[in-house]
C-alpha cells in the first residue's frame, strides 16, 4: 500500500494540518478483545467498551524530559516495575478524575513539551452502521449523502437500544453474510424494526431512517451485508493501527508489544514510490516509560469514552454539575492539553463513535 494513495484525499478532505513535521508517537491500548462475533446470546463479549489505541507523543525524534523526576513525584510503591493505568487511577470514569496521580501526569505532559492523541471506535457502532451506508451508497442520494452521520448516528441509537432483539435477528439471518434469496426478508425485517424501535428519535430523525430503510426493497445487492464470514463483525484490529503510520509518515511510531498487530503489519507492508517505509516498531513497556505513560493515556480515554456512550445527556448534565474541585481540576488539565494537542494538528484525534457521543464529548470537556 503507497502511504500517499489515501494520504492526500484525508489530509484536504478533513484539513488537517501540519502533517508532514517530524514527531515521535508512543501507543498503547484499552479493550482489544481481538474480534468481535455474534452469538446465540448476543455477543462473544460481556462488555464492549470502546476499543481506544491512545498515548503521547513530542515534536522531533529526541525529548529530553526527566521521566524518572516525574514517576518520584507519583510516589509509586516499591513492588511498582511498570507504571499501568491501575498504578494510577482506579474505578468508573467520574472516579478517575479524583485521582490527584492523575492530575500530575497530564499537568507534567503539558510542562515539558508533550501532546497526546488517541483513536476511539465504538464496536457495535462501527458493525452495524454498514447496513445504512451499503443503502445509501447505492441510492447516491444527495441528500442521504449530506446527512449520512446523522442517519448512521440515529440508527445506532436504535440497534443499541434493543440490542438483543437487534442482535439475535441479525444471529438468524448470519449477517455479515445475508443469502441473495434472504435479502428481501432482511430489509423487510429492517424496515420493521426501525418502525418499531423509531418512537425514541424526533419525528424528523424518524422519518428519514423509516424512507432509507423502505428504499432497501428497491436495491438489487446490498453489498456490506453479504460475502462476509457469518457471525463476524470485527475480524482484527490492524487496520486501526495503519492510519498514523500513513498521515504522519515522516514521524517515528513507537507501540507496545502486540505480535498479532505486529505479524499483520509484515503482511501489509506500506510504501511510498514502492520504496518500503519503516517508520515504526514495537517494544516493551518495560523497557520506555513513555509507553508506560501511555498505558496511563489509554486507560483514562478507555474509561472517558465508555461513560460517553453509557451515559444519557440528562444525567451528563447533573454528572458535571456535581464534579468537585479536584475532579475539575483534573478535567481541567485534560482539557487543557487536548485543545494544544488539537492546535499542533487535529489529525491526532481520530473518532468511530455515533454523533451522540461526539456530542455529549463536546458538551462535558468543551462547555459547547
Not at 464534579?323 to 481541567?332: A, D, I, M, N, W
Request: include cysteine.
Amino acid at each position: 500500500m503507497d502511504v500517499n494513495e489515501h494520504r492526500d484525499i484525508l489530509i484536504t478532505h478533513n484539513r488537517l494540518q501540519n502533517t508532514d513535521d517530524v514527531y515521535t508517537f508512543y501507543y498503547d491500548e484499552t479493550n482489544n478483545i481481538r474480534k468481535l462475533y455474534l452469538t446465540d446470546l448476543g455477543l462473544n463479549v460481556e462488555q464492549d467498551d470502546n476499543f481506544v489505541l491512545a498515548g503521547i507523543l513530542h515534536k522531533g525524534i529526541q525529548n529530553d524530559a526527566d521521566f524518572s523526576a516525574l514517576f518520584d513525584t507519583l510516589n509509586l510503591q516499591k513492588t511498582v516495575k511498570e507504571l499501568k493505568f491501575k498504578h494510577i487511577a482506579k474505578g468508573p470514569f467520574l472516579d478517575i478524575l479524583k485521582s490527584k496521580k492523575l492530575c500530575t501526569v497530564l499537568c507534567w505532559l503539558s510542562k515539558n513539551g508533550f501532546y497526546i492523541h488517541y483513536f476511539n471506535l465504538n464496536l457495535l457502532y462501527w458493525s452495524v452502521v454498514d447496513m445504512v451506508d451499503s443503502i445509501i451508497g447505492e441510492l447516491n442520494n444527495p441528500f442521504y449523502i449530506m446527512n449520512h452521520m446523522q442517519i448512521k448516528s440515529d440508527f445506532y441509537e436504535l440497534a443499541n437500544s434493543n440490542r438483543s432483539v437487534f442482535l439475535r435477528n441479525l444471529k438468524d439471518f448470519n449477517y455479515p453474510n445475508v443469502r441473495g434469496d434472504r435479502c428481501d426478508d432482511f430489509c423487510l425485517w429492517l424496515i420493521a424494526f426501525v418502525n418499531n424501535q423509531g418512537v425514541i428519535l424526533p419525528d424528523l430523525n424518524k422519518n428519514i431512517l423509516n424512507g432509507l430503510v423502505k428504499e432497501s426493497l428497491s436495491i438489487d445487492e446490498l453489498p456490506f451485508i453479504s460475502g462476509f464470514r457469518e457471525g463476524e463483525l470485527i475480524s482484527e484490529f490492524m487496520v486501526f493501527y495503519l492510519r498514523n503510520l500513513y498521515l504522519y509518515k515522516n514521524s517515528k511510531h513507537v507501540f507496545d508489544e502486540e505480535h498479532q498487530i505486529e505479524d499483520n503489519l509484515k503482511d501489509f507492508p506500506l510504501t511510498e514510490n514502492s520504496v518500503p517505509l519503516n517508520n515504526y516498531e514495537f517494544v516493551r513497556s518495560h523497557d520506555y516509560k513513555a509507553i508506560q505513560i501511555s498505558d496511563v493515556v489509554a486507560g483514562l480515554f478507555g474509561k472517558y469514552f465508555t461513560y460517553l456512550k453509557n451515559v444519557s445527556d440528562e444525567q451528563l448534565i447533573m454528572d458535571k454539575a456535581e464534579l468537585t474541585s479536584q475532579q475539575l481540576e483534573t478535567l481541567g488539565a485534560l482539557k487543557k492539553i487536548i485543545d494544544v494537542s488539537d492546535e499542533l494538528s487535529r489529525g491526532f484525534f481520530n473518532v468511530v463513535s455515533s454523533s451522540g457521543e461526539q456530542r455529549k464529548n463536546n458538551s462535558f470537556l468543551h462547555g459547547v
